[in-house]
C-alpha cells in the first residue's frame, strides 16, 4: 500500500528575494518559491506563504468572542422588536446599532470586556421594562 504522504526530503526551498516584514500581519514570505521534487506530485510553486505571528488559541479566542457579541446584538435588536411605540423601536434600534458600530474597532481586552457587560446590562433593564409593561 503507497503512502499517500510526501517524504520531507522531498521538498526544496529556494529563495527568490527578500522576505518583507508586515508589522501587523507577520511575515509576508512572497519572495520564497517552494518547490517539491516528489515523483508522484507535478512540480508547482506553491508561494505566497503568510506566517502569522498570533497563537492559534488567541484566534480561536477572538472568534468566540465575536460570536457572542454578535449574538447579543441580534438578541437586543430582538428585544427591541417587542417594544409597542414605534418611534421608541426607531430610537432604540439606532441607539443599538450606533453603540455597536462605534466600538467594532476596539482592540482593548479589558475595554471589551466592560462593554459586553454593559450591552448584557442594558439587554436585561430591557426586558424586565417590557415584562413589567406586559409585552
Known sequence: MASSR???????????????LEPSRGVSCRGLGIQHNHPELPPRN?????????????????????QNILGLY????????????????????????NEFKR?????????????IIQAQNHLEELQRSLALAGN
Do not use: C, E, G, S
Open 103 to 115: 466600538n467594532q474597532n476596539a482592540t482593548d481586552q479589558n475595554a471589551i470586556r466592560m462593554m
Open 46 to 66: 506553491m508561494a505566497p506563504y503568510v506566517f502569522f505571528t498570533t497563537a492559534p488559541q488567541t484566534l480561536f479566542r477572538k472568534f468566540i468572542q465575536r
Open 6 to 20: 510526501i517524504p520531507p526530503t522531498a521538498l526544496t526551498l529556494k529563495q527568490q528575494q527578500p522576505l518583507q
Open 74 to 97: 441580534r438578541n437586543i435588536l430582538r428585544t427591541i422588536r417587542h417594544v409597542p411605540d414605534r418611534m421608541d423601536r426607531k430610537y432604540l434600534r439606532d441607539w443599538a446599532r
